[in-house]
């Protein structure tokens, strides 16, 4: 961290306000094979400051270094993308903030091995993101997530993830319980099919998502895999304020958007009946009010279909099982889907 504020000092005497941002991760991939990957990935951005219209100009570069920082300030001082503005005002240099997952010793290859095989993982995936943003009069703040990703073998294939504070330790690869037979229509999204659907649902505003959910933006949650005390700009975050200033890496300025959604609703089933399970899902918006759902079934079956945002939220007929965290961020249970509702 010092050395990153003295390279912001340096360039801020040249260049008047600028924020820096550096994004360091660390991570160990084992796959079935015993194959074992280390992967570093580092990336630095700057916002320089417009007095004037409370705009900002950005610039960004892969790496940690001096000279990386010192080309990413190049890069928005040049005339780089114009960006959102805001930062946290009258703020003192001496301001301090960090929120730190307490810091383990990184996973031991034969310890994921030992997981890869007991769970049977197509892959499993262990590492740290450590993050530093400084502000335009020298404040800090400091983050630390460590974060476990796992790729299951057996149908459905799925890729799970879980915020670690503890110990490394992958989660539950259990199934939410759901009953397979033939004469419905119905078909049951996983967590992880059902995230991309509420969060597609979610940005129309909310006024197509189903009475009986409650849907909540939660920056820090506990078991949230993003997020945190303050988003991607330094602001302090709130449950529900409407989004958070995030970036979707490095290379991408702070907008504002959902952090860690969570779904929770009043029209639960405990074993529902379905005449398949999806484990993944994916919204295509062919135009404002068309879009194309389409699902991944077991054994690399896919099925489209296609209809009006409002025919999606009203064929999300009822959820089962507890919110659970997904690989792609949002917390949901799995939901069910009325395919015959889809096409209105």
């Known amino acids: 961290m010092e050395r990153a504020l003295g390279c912001w000092r340096r360039i801020a005497r040249e260049s008047g306000r600028i924020e820096l941002y550096v994004k360091v991760s660390d991570r160990r991939r084992v796959e079935a094979n015993d194959a074992v990957r280390e992967v570093h990935d580092a990336g630095v951005a700057v916002r320089l400051f417009d007095e004037r219209g409370g705009r900002a100009r950005f610039g960004a570069c892969v790496g940690s270094s001096d000279g990386a920082i010192v080309w990413a300030a190049r890069e928005a001082h040049k005339g780089g993308e114009q960006v959102c503005g805001l930062t946290p005002d009258g703020r003192e240099?001496?301001?301090?903030?960090t929120d730190l997952d307490p810091m383990l010793a990184p996973a031991e290859p034969e310890e994921l091995r030992e997981w890869v095989r007991r769970d049977r993982l197509e892959w499993i995936e262990a590492g740290t993101t450590t993050e530093i943003l400084i502000g335009p009069t020298g404040w800090v703040a400091q983050r630390r997530r460590q974060r476990i990703w796992w790729r299951t073998l057996e149908e459905p294939a799925r890729i799970l993830a879980k915020r670690v504070t503890t110990q490394w330790e992958p989660g539950s690869n259990e199934l939410l319980k759901v009953s397979i037979e033939s004469g419905t229509a119905k078909i049951a999204l996983l967590p992880d099919g059902a995230a991309p659907i509420v969060a597609a649902l979610a940005a129309r505003g909310g006024e197509e998502l189903p009475t009986s959910w409650v849907l909540t933006d939660e920056p820090s949650h506990p078991e949230g895999l993003v997020g945190g005390r303050f988003d991607d700009a330094g602001f302090p975050t709130k449950t529900d304020s409407g989004g958070?200033?995030?970036?979707?890496?490095?290379r991408d300025p702070p907008e504002m958007r959902p952090t860690n959604q969570v779904l929770r609703s009043t029209d639960t089933e405990m074993?529902?009946?379905?005449?398949?399970?999806?484990?993944?899902?994916?919204?295509?918006?062919?135009?404002?009010?068309d879009w194309v759902v389409e699902l991944d079934l077991p054994h690399g079956e896919k099925r489209w279909f296609r209809g009006e945002p409002a025919h999606l939220a009203q064929a999300c007929c009822a959820t089962f099982g507890a919110p659970r965290v997904t690989a792609d961020g949002p917390i949901v249970p799995g939901i069910i889907v009325d395919t015959q509702r889809l096409s209105g």
């Open 93 to 97: 240099g001496d301001y301090r903030s």
């Open 244 to 250: 958070c200033l995030c970036r979707r890496s490095f």
């Open 271 to 289: 074993s529902p009946r379905v005449a398949g399970i999806a484990s993944r899902a994916r919204v295509i918006p062919l135009g404002p009010e």
